[in-house]
């Protein structure tokens, strides 16, 4: 058996359960604050409920893009012959940061797609469309953040695995 592996694997596992019901809690209270309270729109408005799955998603999305970069760094520092509790304890801070990070990234993601949609239907008020169950409005609205989001993911994943501590490859030329 491939213990390396097998802690890499539960290590995933933890990772995602953790982060993804702690991110899901506070994605909800945050469109909880502004939806729910702010403008009174209730939990049987079903326009509502469509972009709350497209804003769930897409952070989602882009917090797992922080998710294979952070098993990857803690594999590397394993196969340094570090023991396991430092390797978790020097992983902690770099793990918690990626997600921080593309948790943040997420929320700007959401924040451009708002403005942008409202830039591009000027003269119509989502907020209040959404509170008036108007269903079209929060799918367009979410199917931006989701393309949105599609597109950066990959290049946020890619700014993390920089991070990673890989050995020098020579220079041939």
């Given at each position: 058996m491939n213990s390396i592996?097998?802690?890499?694997?539960?290590?995933?596992?933890?990772?995602?359960?953790v982060y993804g019901i702690l991110l899901s809690f506070f994605v909800f209270w945050l469109m909880k604050?502004?939806?729910?309270?702010?403008?009174?729109?209730?939990?049987?408005?079903?326009?509502?409920?469509?972009?709350?799955?497209?804003?769930?998603?897409?952070?989602?999305?882009?917090?797992?893009?922080?998710?294979?970069?952070?098993?990857?760094?803690?594999?590397?520092?394993?196969?340094m012959?570090?023991?396991?509790e430092e390797v978790l304890g020097r992983a902690s801070y770099t793990i918690t940061g990626f997600f921080l990070v593309s948790t943040i990234v997420a929320g700007i993601i959401?924040?451009?797609?708002?403005?942008?949609?409202?830039?591009?239907?000027?003269?119509?008020?989502e907020f209040d469309e959404i509170k008036n169950k108007n269903v079209a409005?929060?799918?367009?609205?979410?199917?931006?953040?989701l393309v949105i989001t599609q597109f950066v993911a990959g290049g946020m994943e890619m700014i993390f695995e920089a991070f990673i501590p890989y050995p020098q490859t020579p220079r041939l030329f």
């Open positions: 592996a097998l802690y890499l694997g539960l290590l995933e596992v933890v990772l995602g359960l604050k502004l939806f729910l309270d702010k403008m009174e729109v209730r939990y049987d408005n079903l326009a509502f409920g469509v972009l709350m799955a497209f804003v769930l998603f897409s952070v989602g999305k882009m917090v797992s893009s922080a998710l294979q970069p952070a098993v990857d760094f803690t594999n590397r520092l394993m196969n012959g570090l023991q396991i959401v924040a451009i797609s708002f403005v942008l949609f409202n830039w591009l239907t000027q003269g119509l008020n409005v929060a799918l367009i609205s979410g199917t931006i953040i």
